[in-house]
């Protein structure tokens, strides 16, 4: 198992700018492939960004191609989500997860083991 804490959140203007951080502890944080959820209000959980466990793959959904950037240090055992641009949109509950038995599909929650207890980001217009 694999306790994960994000951080970082926080109330932003529109167009700017947050760097949410997930620090990991446990089993071989660095044979998992990472990734970052969100989920806002009244909505499901959603796929934002996955990243592979030697940091060479990352994966994003198109809302925030060009704009968000996900990256890891296997050395300190965290993952980081820097968020430009941010839009109203973006609002939700931030979510770390950590997938230890990749099996080819990094979108989908249920092949995520372990998960963080979420941080706030809230982007006001």
């Known amino acids: 198992q694999v306790q994960l804490v994000e951080s970082g959140g926080g109330l932003v203007q529109a167009g700017g700018s947050l760097r949410l951080s997930c620090a990991a502890s446990?089993?071989?944080?660095?044979?998992?492939?990472m990734g970052w959820f969100r989920q806002a209000p009244g909505k499901e959980r959603e796929f934002v960004a996955a990243?592979?466990?030697?940091?060479?793959?990352?994966y994003y959904t198109d809302s925030v191609k060009g704009r968000f950037t996900i990256s890891r240090d296997n050395a300190k055992n965290t993952v980081s989500l820097q968020m430009n641009s941010l839009k109203p949109e973006d609002t939700a509950v931030y979510y770390c997860?950590?997938?230890?038995?990749?099996?080819?599909?990094?979108?989908?929650?249920?092949?995520?083991?372990?998960w963080g207890q979420g941080t706030q980001v809230t982007v006001s217009s």
């Open positions: 997860a950590a997938d230890p038995n990749y099996s080819g599909v990094y979108y989908n929650p249920v092949e995520y083991d372990d």
């Open positions: 446990g089993r071989t944080f660095s044979r998992c492939v």
């Open positions: 990243i592979s466990w030697s940091g060479v793959k990352t």
